[in-house]
């Protein structure tokens, strides 16, 4: 029941409205820089002209999978972390974890239904980026074969040709793979908030905390460090899109972001079942 | 209950020696309660006396420093969910699912870990209230009474063994108090349910409680029944016109005497005869005499006056 009853809150309330709302203007974005770019290229960034050079590289395929590489770089895991941290501190701070927890229920159903619902939530939000750029792409430019070139996005290191229905069976994959890289800044996100009452401070910190590690594991310096950082390996599904995918390193990253997620969900749960609500 | 006040039979809630402190400092001490069957027990003392740590402590928010508290003999942090199967709470400020409408309030609440009330039973529980006209609106839109009332109404579904209200009365109008003290007392004559409650309102308390625990500073300063409390502070008011000459020449008589309110002198009442008040009115050249017996909110603030040194302790 208190699945129910927290389903019927996230329904009610304005937070997927407004996750949806923001990755429908971040598509948007994304469509119309592409055809400005289009329209302005002159010769200009190096990586970007092959995209336009021959049309066909460019259809609704490559720019669903542009838009949903930026998206899960910059707008999904900022909403995992700000989703999680909104849990436990939110509810906290408006004295609605008093309500609930003032029912005969236990803490760690209470936090299992908190975090199916988010993680729940996170998965269709995932899909919601992935299919509505797939649409946008189909009636804005038109599907075909997926083409990739080396360049800024750090696709592939080769051409990469997938046919229509390959790519899409790619994309059906990637998505799950991508929700789960997200669990992980979902559940750090939960267990920042179990820490405090406030969910503004918890959503910051989340979202600073994953920030820095993404940059950390984007630089050069720390590469030594890099295999002990989930962000090293968030965006591994875009392994998916390789002609012969390596299944054997797609796994291991998804094992270590699994782990990853275990461990934050379980010292969430943890810190949540000792902590004394003052 | 007996004589004394004190809980006969298996208590609901049984506290001895409770203590709860917030870092370095102490917010509860040594605090002994017993709440037994069909029992309104009241909770009293200023800001900061450390109701609401009491009060979390029993929901099991909080784990008890010192002491050993049992409330349907389980202690609560460590065994919440099971306890608070027949134990429900309205906590202060009311605090609601905001895009829920009241009877989706009752609808949800009870249910989780326990039946789904009967629609019947709902508009029951709503109409006990005064909600039942606004029982499909959004709770966004509900004023602070009325938020009050749904958090009572939510503490009564399903019915409890105990009910716990903190400060249930803020943002009622007088005549929604009454109401709330008919609908505590027919509770506990016809259900037997047993109630702690928790207000600053004391005259409403003095009305309701079989036994009252004042607080101050975490410390227990009163507990057991008002009368007990009033009674105490009964006693000889003298009027008089010069105050402290009459108090020096009282006290030269041995006389146990203090200041009162209103500039007037008071004397325990066993401590002289109708004839020695009427000897004291022709020697002292008092006004008048009267036999003074005090409200509880009068009781109480004398004993929070004598803690802090104002005046003397009973």
């Known amino acids: 029941m208190i699945v129910r009853l927290e389903l019927l809150r996230l329904v009610r309330s304005r937070r997927p409205w407004i996750a949806a709302a923001t990755v429908a203007f971040f598509l948007l974005l994304m469509l119309a820089g592409f055809y400005l770019y289009a329209e302005n290229e002159t010769g200009g960034a190096a990586e970007f002209r092959y995209t336009f050079e021959n049309r066909s590289y460019f259809n609704g395929l490559t720019f669903a999978l542009y838009s949903f590489y930026f998206g899960f770089l910059l707008v999904l895991p900022v909403f995992g ?38 993680g729940t939530q996170i998965l269709v939000l995932t899909g919601v980026l992935m299919g509505a750029g797939m649409l946008l792409g189909l009636v804005a430019v038109g599907w075909g074969s ?8 750090q696709m592939t290191d080769r051409h990469v040709h997938l046919g229509q229905d390959v790519a899409l069976l790619r994309f059906l994959c990637a998505w799950p793979a991508a929700t789960l890289a997200l669990s992980v800044p979902l559940t750090l996100g939960f267990w920042i908030s179990t820490f405090g009452r406030s969910p503004l401070n918890a959503a910051g910190l989340a979202v600073a905390l994953y920030l820095v590690l993404y940059v950390v594991s984007e630089i050069h310096f720390f590469e030594d460090l890099r295999p002990w950082l989930f962000t090293s390996s968030m965006t591994f599904w875009r392994g998916l899109f390789r002609p012969d995918p390596e299944w054997g390193y797609l796994a291991r990253e998804a094992a270590k972001l699994l782990g990853f997620a275990l461990l934050f969900g379980t010292l969430a749960l943890g810190r949540f079942r000792r902590r004394e609500e003052r | 209950m007996d004589e004394g006040g ?21 917010a509860l001490h040594d605090v002994d309660l017993e709440l037994g069957p069909g029992e309104i027990v009241g909770l009293a003392g200023p800001n900061g006396s450390g109701k609401t740590t009491l009060l979390k402590l029993l929901a099991g928010f909080l784990r008890p420093a010192e002491g050993e508290l049992l409330v349907l003999g389980r202690r609560p942090f460590r065994d919440a969910p099971r306890m608070l199967r027949d134990v429900r709470f309205a906590f202060a400020p009311p605090a609601l699912l905001e895009r829920l409408t009241a009877r989706e309030h009752l609808r949800h609440l009870p249910a ?14 709503l109409s006990a209230v005064g909600l039942e006209e606004r029982a499909d609106e959004s709770v966004a839109g509900f004023s602070f009474g009325m938020r009050q009332r749904l958090s009572l109404a939510q503490a009564l579904l399903p019915r409890p063994r105990l009910l716990v209200l903190d400060e249930p009365n803020d943002g009622l109008d007088p005549l929604a108090v009454l109401e709330l003290r008919a609908l505590l007392l027919r509770l506990r004559d016809e259900e037997g349910m047993s109630v702690l409650l928790s207000s600053h309102l004391l005259l409403e308390l003095g009305e309701l409680v079989d036994r009252l625990l004042v607080l101050a500073e975490g410390e227990t300063l009163f507990y057991g029944p008002p009368a007990r409390l009033t009674g105490a502070r009964a006693g ?12 020096a020449r009282l006290r030269a008589r041995g006389l146990e005497v203090r200041a009162a309110a209103g500039g007037e002198l008071e004397l325990p009442p066993e401590s002289l005869s109708l004839g020695e008040a009427h000897a004291l009115l022709r020697d002292l050249g008092l006004e008048s005499y009267r036999l003074h017996r005090p409200g509880l909110e009068e009781a109480l603030l004398e004993l929070l006056r004598a803690r802090a040194g104002e005046g003397e302790c009973p």
């Open chain 1, 81 to 118: 972390a700000l989703e999680g941290a909104a849990q436990i501190a939110g509810d906290a701070s408006s004295g609605r974890l008093y309500l609930l927890l003032s029912r005969p229920l236990s803490r760690a159903r209470l936090f299992a239904a908190k975090l199916v619902l988010s």
């Open chain 1, 146 to 153: 997926l083409d990739l070139y080396p360049g800024v996005l």
């Open chain 2, 6 to 26: 004190n809980t006969r039979g298996d208590a609901l809630v049984r506290a001895r020696g409770l203590g709860y402190r917030y870092g370095s400092r102490t």
């Open chain 2, 112 to 125: 989780i870990g326990g039946p789904r009330p009967e629609p019947r039973e709902i508009a029951a529980t």
């Open chain 2, 236 to 247: 000889v008011r003298l009027v008089v016109s010069d105050a402290g000459a009459a108090l």
